[in-house]
């Protein structure tokens, strides 16, 4: 399965993002209100600058206390993240992901973003895969 098959099932919600000058305190009440995990850092919504995970601004509360909530989300995002394109395949987006160890990956088309995976969508869309080889499988096997 390919990834504009994944952003295609996930529905044409606008990707969120965040700017790297709003503070981490305001960035945490976005991912908890919006239910989500991980925010693409961009200034005007299209150029990816970065992303900011729920766990840097865990791994900063625990290292630093409280202060952190007070910086921006530059302070704590991570540059130039890896991104995919739509035509890459959930077998290689988890793969990256699993090597990188994170779990968010931006989808950018000519340098512009244009949806975002998650490693649940792509672990979705591989078992759905497996599931679909396995019945053709079987179709052999019995003859029909
Ligand atoms: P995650 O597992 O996605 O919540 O993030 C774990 C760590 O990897 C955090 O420090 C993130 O900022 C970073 N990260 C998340 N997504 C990416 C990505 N696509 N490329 C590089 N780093 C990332």
């Known amino acids: 399965m390919h990834v504009h098959q994944i ?3 996930k529905g044409d919600g606008p ?3 965040i700017t790297s000058k709003t503070s981490i305190a305001e960035a945490a009440n976005v991912l908890a209100e919006r239910r989500i995990g991980g925010l693409i850092v961009s200034s005007d919504g299209t150029q990816v600058e970065g992303i900011l995970s729920e766990r840097d601004i865990v791994r900063s509360l625990a290292l630093r206390g409280a ?7 530059g302070d704590l995002m ?14 290689s987006v988890l ?20 949806g975002i ?6 672990v979705k869309a591989r ?6 080889e396995a019945e053709a499988l079987q179709g052999m096997i019995m003859g029909h």
Not at 78 to 91: E, G, H, L, Q, Y
Request: hydrophobic share 35%.
């Open 78 to 91: 991570t540059r130039n993240p890896v991104c995919c394109s739509k035509d890459d395949t959930a077998d």
């Open 7 to 9: 952003l295609k099932s």
């Open 127 to 132: 078992l759905e895969e497996l599931a679909m």
């Open 95 to 114: 793969q990256k992901m699993t090597n990188g160890r994170f779990r968010h990956m931006p989808v950018t088309e000519d340098g512009a973003l244009v």
């Open 15 to 17: 990707v969120i993002t």
């Open 67 to 73: 202060v952190c909530l007070e910086e921006t989300v």
């Open 117 to 122: 995976i998650t490693i649940g969508d792509a």
